[in-house]
Structure formats: structure tokens, C-alpha cells
């Protein structure tokens, strides 16, 4: 049987760790062929995962990887917008700066890579973009007000680019998680001394996401399977409430 994404050309962003480095093995192993972008430095033993370094937000070093890639596949089938950073402060406390830095990273740097890579999907009419939001975006959570507000514009952004895009072939989806146990959390949750098992007790299925679980959902939403789903919010948080 063909694996869902036989020899795809895919990019994931902030591929080096946590959920992002799951995508790329996810991926791999349904077959893709994966440029896996990290602004960290990283190795990779899969011949499948070809590591790239650059900073999302440096836009003259994202053209520059994007073509790198075009040229030496000849398309670009799939883009997983996963980069993402955060940083947990109640209203108060909110700096200027971070906020800056995260709608930065979160969202901008997200608009123009799909600006950049929707072009190059369109000259093969057609390709999956999938975006990384979050569930603080759907459900809300204190002391992730600047956090969430920009994954509240992933969302937005994922409902409009599936409408302008499709006449092109291009698909856009967004995964939300839940709380997801990667190195991140532990250093959020763990070192914060959080009620880490009230949280829990608030997810119906009862355990913490993996990125197992996210890798899942964005194999599907990338693959052919999914050719008829577009600007869907795909929530993956073990059905979740406040
Ligand atoms: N872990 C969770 O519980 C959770 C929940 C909901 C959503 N998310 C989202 O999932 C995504 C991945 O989260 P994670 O927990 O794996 O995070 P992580 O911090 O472990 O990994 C993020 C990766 O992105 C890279 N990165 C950050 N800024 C970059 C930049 N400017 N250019 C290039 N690379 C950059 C980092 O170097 C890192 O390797 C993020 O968008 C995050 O907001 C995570």
C-alpha cells in the first residue's frame, strides 16, 4: 500500500525539537521527503530529513531556503508552520517586547512564508499548508492572553487563505493542541511548580497530548486523504474544556 505522503516535498518550521521534530519523523516515515528549518543548529541520522538553519523571521534567509529547496525538487507540496514561541504572563506582568517577539515569530513570520510558499505551490497547482495554532486560541487561558491572541490570528488567517488559495489548489488547515508533554512543557509546567494533574483532570481522555498525536493529524491534513478539507481547525487536546 502507498504511504500517505509518498514522496512528498514537505517543509516543517522549528523541526530541531519537541512537536516539530515529531512532524519530521512522522512525515518521513509516511514517506515525504523533509526539509526540517530550525533557527537551532541540528543533526539528522534519517536520510529522509534534510536539516536547513535559518530564522523564520529573517525574510531574505527564508527566500533564500524556499528557492534552495524549489531548485533542487523542482515543487514544494507541503508546509507545516509549526515554529512557534511563547511566553506565560499574567496581564500585569505582559512586556511589550515579548509580545512584539511573539506576534513576530507566531504571526508574521507564518503570513509571509505562506505568501512565499502559496506561489511556489501554485506553479504545480496545488499543494497543504498546515498551521500550528493552539487550543488557548479556541478555549482561552490565563496568563496566555498575548500568547493566545496570537494563535487566535493563526486561526483567522488559516479560515482566509483556504478561501483565497483554493482556486489554486491549495489547501490550509490548522492543527489546535492541547497540552502537549515535549521539552517546553517541562520547563513551563514542571519548573512552575503548576498544577499539572488539575489541568489534566480537565481533559476528557485523561492524559496529557503527545507529539505523536499532533504529528497524526498533520500527516492526514497534508496527505491526499484529506484533498476535500480545507480551512479546518482540527482540535487535537484529548477534548479539552476550561
Ligand atoms: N507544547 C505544547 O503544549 C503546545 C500546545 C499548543 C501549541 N503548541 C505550538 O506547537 C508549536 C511547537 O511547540 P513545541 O512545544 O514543540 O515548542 P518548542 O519550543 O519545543 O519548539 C519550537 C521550535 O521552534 C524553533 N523556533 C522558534 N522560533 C524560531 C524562529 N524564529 N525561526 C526558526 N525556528 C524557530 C525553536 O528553535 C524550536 O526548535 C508551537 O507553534 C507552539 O506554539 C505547543
Do not use: W
Not at 526539509?35 to 529522509?48: G, I, L, P
Not at 488539575?198 to 497534508?222: K, M, V, W, Y
Amino acid at each position: 500500500m502507498e504511504r500517505l505522503l509518498e514522496n512528498k516535498i514537505c517543509i516543517i518550521t522549528g523541526a530541531a525539537q519537541g512537536i516539530g521534530r515529531e512532524i519530521a519523523r512522522r512525515f518521513a516515515e509516511d514517506g515525504a521527503i523533509v526539509y526540517a528549518c530550525d533557527r537551532q543548529e541540528f543533526t539528522s541520522h534519517n536520510e529522509r530529513i534534510h536539516p536547513l538553519v535559518f530564522d523564520i523571521t529573517d525574510a531574505a534567509a527564508v527566500k533564500a531556503a524556499m528557492m534552495q529547496v524549489f531548485k533542487a525538487e523542482g515543487r514544494i507540496d507541503v508546509l507545516v508552520n509549526n515554529a512557534g514561541v511563547v511566553f506565560n504572563r499574567k496581564i500585569g506582568m505582559i512586556l511589550r517586547e515579548e509580545t512584539e517577539l511573539m506576534f513576530r515569530i507566531n504571526v508574521i513570520a507564518v503570513l509571509e512564508l505562506i505568501q512565499l510558499v502559496s506561489r511556489l505551490m501554485a506553479r504545480n497547482r496545488g499543494g497543504s499548508i498546515v498551521n500550528i495554532a493552539s487550543v488557548t486560541a479556541v478555549l482561552g487561558s490565563p496568563g496566555q492572553v498575548a500568547y493566545s491572541a496570537t494563535k487566535g490570528a493563526i486561526i483567522a488567517m488559516t479560515k482566509s487563505a483556504a478561501k483565497e488559495l483554493a482556486p489554486q489548489g491549495i489547501r490550509v488547515n490548522a492543527v489546535a493542541p492541547g497540552i502537549v508533554k515535549t521539552e517546553r512543557f517541562a520547563e513551563l509546567y514542571e519548573a512552575n511548580g503548576e498544577k499539572i494533574d488539575e489541568r489534566i483532570s480537565r481533559i476528557a481522555l485523561g492524559r496529557l497530548g503527545t507529539p505523536e498525536d499532533i504529528a497524526n493529524a498533520c500527516s492526514f491534513l497534508a496527505s491526499n486523504r484529506a484533498s476535500y478539507i480545507s480551512g479546518h481547525i482540527l482540535g487535537v487536546d484529548g477534548c479539552a474544556s476550561i
